[in-house]
């Protein structure tokens, strides 16, 4: 993982990493007993099929975590103490999805003498829906 | 891993605005990371670094109050905001909290808004934000 990264490296419309997720049923499960959320619209297959939604969904969080993981890679600990998400969830992801992650910087500011990466970013399944899209900011300390 | 009083959850109709809920600890161990991890399917060397996720801080926060009260069939978890303030090493005591900021309606839908907070053992601030729930009239 970077530790931080130089502002000279960074620019606007660069692209972050891309990142390409497979939620099972087994990873919603474990992440189920690793986040405390045992809501069964999540990890109960029966009781998810009797809902509108017709199975199980996986969490937001989880799905959340991977909009971050690329804010990691893209931009390492300066993620960890000075980052900013702010985003929506379009649309339920189900067991059998393929998430890709992906974002840009939209602009570089500064503000109070710090440098500010502002960046979109958005979680499409494999029909190209989106299922979560918003911003995130990072703050380069 | 939680450490926590559960009183009876109250209903989404009984949230009122400025209700606090009753903060929840948990130690963010090395196993317990290892698992979300696992979950998520982290590839940057998070472990090692013996640094904790800031979406695994979240994720405590957010399941802390959820369990705080009860949401009508066809609820979603709408929008998301999160800043996260302070590194947190793995093995750190973390306290999530936060309250009801605002009640809305909108059309069909009633909104609540929660503010979290996390604080790390010494009473640092180390995450907060806001997580709008969309419930059914």
Request: proline content about 6%; charged content about 20%; some cysteine.
């Amino acid at each position: 993982m970077k530790e931080k990264p130089n502002l000279s490296d960074i620019h606007q419309g660069d692209s972050l990493p891309t990142i390409v997720k497979h939620p099972t049923q087994q990873k919603i499960n474990l992440y189920a007993e690793a986040s405390g959320d045992y809501n069964p619209i999540h990890i109960d297959e029966a009781f998810a099929a009797k809902t509108p939604l017709g199975g199980t969904i996986a969490h937001g969080m989880l799905i959340l975590a991977y909009a971050s993981e690329m804010m990691t890679q893209a931009f390492g600990q300066s993620w960890f103490e000075g980052g900013k998400l702010s985003i929506r969830f379009k649309a339920p992801v189900r067991p059998q999805d393929a998430i890709t992650t992906s974002g840009k910087v939209d602009s570089i500011e500064e503000k109070d003498g710090i440098p500010l990466v502002n960046c979109s970013l958005e979680c499409r399944n494999q029909n190209g829906d989106v299922v979560i899209s918003g911003g995130a900011v990072v703050k380069l300390q | 891993m939680k450490e926590k009083e559960q009183s009876s959850p109250l209903s989404f109709k009984q949230l009122a605005v400025g209700f606090e809920f009753p903060p929840t600890s948990y130690e963010l161990t090395d196993p317990v990371i290892a698992k979300y991890l696992e979950a998520v399917g982290e590839e940057t060397d998070l472990l090692t670094s013996g640094i904790v996720p800031p979406l695994a801080i979240a994720a405590c926060a957010m399941t802390a109050l959820s369990q705080s009260f009860t949401v009508p069939p066809g609820s979603i978890h709408a929008s998301q905001e999160l800043e996260f303030l302070k590194i947190v090493p793995i093995g750190t005591n973390v306290s999530c909290g936060g309250k009801i900021a605002q009640k809305l309606e909108r059309g069909s839908l009633n909104l609540v808004i929660l503010e979290i907070n996390v604080t790390n053992q010494a009473g640092e601030k180390v995450l907060t934000g806001k997580a709008t729930i969309a419930a059914p009239n």
